[in-house]
């Protein structure tokens, strides 16, 4: 059994070979090229296995009529649930309330730690938001900040997993989620917290996923960089991540699969927000091929991991 690391990152969708709205076109993305010998990660380059990864692309709708959603597609991504169908229709931005309590119980952190498995929910949160949000947990009254609503954050927090904060992001043992932690210096006035490259954030991923058999980070910026609609924008974000997981494969121990899926297309056409295209899924290091066969739908990723790390999907 080797280690998994699951990347997920928000609004990533596989669109057209369309220079004109597609930033993937544009954007500097060597990582992604060099894992799929020499091709981006579009909609006819998919499903495409090479040595080193596969891409393929996963079905967001899952069967319910309207645009896929934030909320309800990262429900799906980390339970294996049916969230839209569950709730009715696709909700976003934050996970819908009928959802969190499928969220909390049926999360793959927390199912992959009742099976006896270190698993580390990576991203750093201010200690004063996780405050609030476990006041909101334990019904006390107080605002909960509104990216504390999102569905990795419910599960991190249900598995007691949402433990890193000012001090571990300083010492590169957390990350954050925007990967270079501007906004924890410039918004938040956290001086101590240094500066870093979107490399060096992904050598600090890859250390936390080498003491743990699960590791979840939750990316957000690149369906903020979709609905903002700005070519050049959007290109930067993409830029950022490939360098951030050119980090990550340069440090990650040989044993440990990596996973990158998203829960909507959006930032591959600038044009229009959430889009109806498959969301990306790319799977890179030892046995890619065979996991990522399995992978067809948002529900399919949460069932797949488990399986490789040999627990029950039940």
Known sequence: MGRVLLVFVDGVGLGAADRAVNPFMAARIPTLERLLDGHRPLREAAPRSTAAATLRGLDAALGVPGLPQSGTGQAALLTGENAPRLFGRHFGPWTPTALRRVVEERNILARALRAGRRVAFANAYPEEAVEALRRAAGHAPGPVPATLRAAPTLAALAAGLLTRHTPE??????????????????????????????????????????????????????????????????????????????????????????????????IEDVRMGHTHNPALALVAGPGHARLAARLRALTDVAPAVLEYLAVSPV
């Not at 991923?205 to 699960?214: F, K, P, T, V």
């Not at 997981?245 to 297309?265: F, K, M, N, R, Y």
Request: hydrophobic share 45%; proline share 3%.
């Open 169 to 266: 992001l300083a010492r590169g043992e957390a990350v954050a989620s925007e990967i270079t932690n501007e906004g924890w210096r410039e918004r938040l006035g956290r001086v101590e917290v240094p500066a870093i490259s979107a490399e060096e954030a992904g050598r600090n991923l890859a250390r936390i996923a080498a003491e743990h058999d699960l590791t979840l980070f939750a990316h957000y910026a690149t369906d903020l960089a979709g609905h903002r609609g700005r070519y050049e924008d959007a290109v930067r974000a993409l830029e950022r991540l490939d360098g951030f997981l050119g980090g990550v494969l340069a440090a990650l121990p040989p044993d440990t699969l990596l996973v990158v899926a998203s829960d909507h297309g959006n």
